[in-house]
C-alpha cells in the first residue's frame, strides 16, 4: 500500500490515509481502500476499524486535479458509481468502522466519512460538501447520507452555500457523536473502538445488518440518480470553469451553461 497504511493492535485496525498534502482520494487511493477492507475483512482477529488521516486533514475530497484526465459524463458517473459502492461496502461491512476528524473532511472526505457508522471530531475541524462551489455536486452519495444526518433543510444549507460546519456544530447537527479537542481526538476514539472489540462479531455484523434496514429503496434510487447527475454536471461549462478556479486558486464565474 502506498496511499494508505494500516495497524492491528487490540482488535483494532486503524487505517491512515497517508497522501499528503489533502489526503484527496485519487483512484488509486480508492483502490487501495477496497483492498485494505478485503484484508480486514479476512482477518478474525480484527473487531473495529478506525480511520483517520495523516498530516492536516482527514481528506478533502475527490482528488479535484485528477478530475482534469477524464473526460466524458461516463467516465464521472462511473467514478462516482465506484465511491458509491465502497462506501456502501462500508456501511454494510461486518466489523464497525469509525471516522476520526481532524482538520477536514470535505467533499469526498465527508462522504467518505459518513459511509462509517460513525464519526468522532476535532472541535475545530471542519465538514462539509463544497462541490457546488466547483460548479459540480455530490457523487460518493452524500446527497442522500447528508440528509439522512442532518435533516433536508440544512444539508441544503449546506450544499447550497459549500459552507462547512465546525466539529462541535456537527456534534449538534448529528453527523458526528462526540467533538474533542483535537490532541485528544484520537486517543478518544481508540478508546471507544476497544470497548467495541470486546463486544461478540456475531452480535456487531447483526446489529450493522439491522441497522442498514434504515435505508429504503429512496435512498439507492437517489444514490443511482446522484451518479447519473454527477456525470451531466462535470461536461457542463460551469463544471469545468469550477474546476480550472481551483486549481488556478480563483473565484469561479458560473454562466449557466
Ligand atoms: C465525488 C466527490 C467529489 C469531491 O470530493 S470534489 C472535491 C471537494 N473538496 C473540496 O472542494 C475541497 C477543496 N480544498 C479546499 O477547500 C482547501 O484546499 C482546504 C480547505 C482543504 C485547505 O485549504 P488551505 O489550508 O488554504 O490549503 P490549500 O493551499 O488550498 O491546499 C493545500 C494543497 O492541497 C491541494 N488540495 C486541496 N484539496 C484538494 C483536492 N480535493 N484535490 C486535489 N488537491 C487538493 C491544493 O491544491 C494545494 O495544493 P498546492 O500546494 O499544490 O497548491
Known sequence: M??????NQDMVATITIERPPANALSSSLLKELSAVLDEIEANDEIRVVLLHGEGRFFSAGADIKEFTTIETGEDFSKLSIYGQVLFERMETFSKPIIAAIHGAALGGGLELAMGCHFRLVAE????????????LIPGFAGTQRLPRL???AKAAEM???????????????GLANHAYPESELLENAYKMAKKIAKKSPISLKATIDLLNYSKSEKYYEGVKKEAELF????????????ISAFIEKREPKFRGK
Open 2 to 7: 502506498e496511499l494508505l497504511k494500516w495497524s
Open 124 to 135: 475545530n475541524a471542519k465538514l462539509g460538501l463544497p462541490e457546488l462551489q466547483l460548479g
Open 150 to 152: 442532518v435533516g433536508t
Open 159 to 173: 450544499l447550497f452555500t459549500s459552507d462547512p460546519v465546525t466539529g462541535l456544530e456537527a456534534v449538534q447537527l
Open 231 to 242: 456525470g451531466n454536471v462535470f461536461v457542463s461549462e460551469d463544471g469545468k470553469e469550477g
